[in-house]
């Protein structure tokens, strides 16, 4: 691994993979496309990230940037605000967000899901707090609450029909959620590396575990739920008709 660390100020940007297809939530639009009160699941992450003021700017990786809708959405806000070509796989797409983003001088990058757009400003802060001091980055997740059973394989593969076979010790375990924020060179390496269609490397910090390195664990939330099946929806935009009401009274 060739990056080293400088002694500059940081220059964080954000990057935010939209390029999926979302086949698992099986929505007439990708999932980061459905609405709520008017705004898109994009929307209300990209103004997400943007809460902290540490974020200079924003750079979104999806199918076509060259849509109406997003020569739209850059208009709002032209000097944050970005479309870059997505790939084939979400790796791609966030190594496209962070050469974009390293053209612009960025150091560090946060990467974040188009489809969590619940993302409470008070984790946002902590997590940039730490990937900002730890040279290994740091990542947003929570401690599995629940127990956790191992299912028996079926051999006929009836998925409906799930059994257990053991209990598993869920003590050190922890759920995964983005933002994710690493010095931008490093990760990029570490994905070239890891390859960026590698079916392990599911979130950035795999990259860099494959690298040697022991990304920090930062207490999330669980309203940082991502969409990814049409119940999760359900939830994410009871939560955003909820904020959307708290923000409207106190104005
Ligand atoms: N080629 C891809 C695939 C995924 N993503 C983005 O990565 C985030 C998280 O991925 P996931 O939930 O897996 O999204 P999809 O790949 O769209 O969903 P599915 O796996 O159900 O098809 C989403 O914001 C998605 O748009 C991306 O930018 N480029
Ligand atoms: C990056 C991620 O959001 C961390 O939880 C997640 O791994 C990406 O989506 P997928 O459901 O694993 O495809």
């Given at each position: 691994?060739?990056?080293?660390?400088?002694?500059?100020?940081?220059?964080?940007?954000?990057?935010?993979?939209?390029?999926?297809?979302?086949?698992?939530?099986?929505?007439?639009?990708?999932?980061?496309?459905?609405?709520?009160?008017?705004?898109?699941?994009?929307?209300?992450?990209?103004?997400?990230?943007?809460?902290?003021?540490?974020?200079?700017?924003?750079?979104?990786?999806?199918?076509?940037?060259?849509?109406?809708?997003?020569?739209?959405?850059?208009?709002?806000?032209?000097?944050?605000?970005?479309?870059?070509?997505?790939?084939?796989?979400?790796?791609?797409?966030?190594?496209?967000?962070?050469?974009?983003?390293?053209?612009?001088?960025?150091?560090?990058?946060?990467?974040?899901?188009?489809?969590?757009?619940?993302?409470?400003?008070?984790?946002?802060?902590?997590?940039?707090?730490?990937?900002?001091?730890?040279?290994?980055?740091?990542?947003l997740a929570i401690p599995v609450r629940d127990s956790l059973k191992r299912?028996?394989?079926?051999?006929?593969?009836?998925?409906?029909?799930?059994?257990?076979?053991?209990s598993v010790e869920r003590e050190a375990l922890w759920q995964a959620q983005?933002?994710?924020?690493?010095?931008?060179?490093?990760?990029?390496?570490?994905?070239?590396?890891?390859?960026?269609?590698?079916?392990?490397?599911?979130?950035?910090?795999?990259?860099?575990?494959?690298?040697?390195?022991?990304?920090?664990l930062?207490p999330g939330?669980i309203?940082?739920?991502?969409?990814?099946?049409?119940?999760?929806?359900?939830?994410?935009?009871?939560?955003?008709?909820?904020?959307?009401?708290?923000?409207?009274?106190?104005?």
């Amino acid at each position: 691994m060739k990056a080293s660390v400088s002694n500059d100020p940081p220059s964080l940007m954000a990057v935010i993979p939209a390029a999926g297809n979302g086949s698992r939530m099986q929505s007439r639009v990708p999932k980061q496309f459905l609405t709520v009160a008017d705004k898109t699941l994009l929307e209300y992450s990209i103004e997400a990230v943007c809460r902290d003021s540490r974020v200079e700017q924003v750079f979104i990786a999806v199918s076509n940037p060259d849509t109406d809708y997003f020569v739209e959405l850059k208009q709002k806000q032209p000097t944050k605000v970005h479309f870059v070509k997505g790939g084939n796989s979400r790796a791609e797409s966030v190594l496209a967000g962070i050469k974009a983003a390293t053209s612009q001088g960025a150091t560090h990058v946060l990467v974040h899901d188009a489809a969590r757009p619940c993302l409470p400003e008070t984790a946002l802060k902590r997590v940039i707090d730490e990937g900002l001091k730890d040279p290994q980055g740091a990542i947003l997740a929570i401690p599995v609450r629940d127990s956790l059973k191992r299912a028996v394989v079926s051999s006929q593969g009836d998925k409906g029909s799930a059994h257990i076979e053991s209990s598993v010790e869920r003590e050190a375990l922890w759920q995964a959620q983005t933002p994710q924020v690493f010095n931008a060179e490093r990760l990029q390496q570490a994905i070239e590396h890891m390859g960026a269609l590698n079916p392990q490397l599911t979130d950035e910090a795999s990259a860099m575990q494959w690298c040697g390195f022991q990304p920090a664990l930062i207490p999330g939330s669980i309203r940082n739920l991502k969409v990814t099946h049409p119940e999760d929806f359900e939830c994410v935009r009871d939560w955003l008709l909820v904020i959307n009401n708290k923000e409207e009274s106190r104005s």
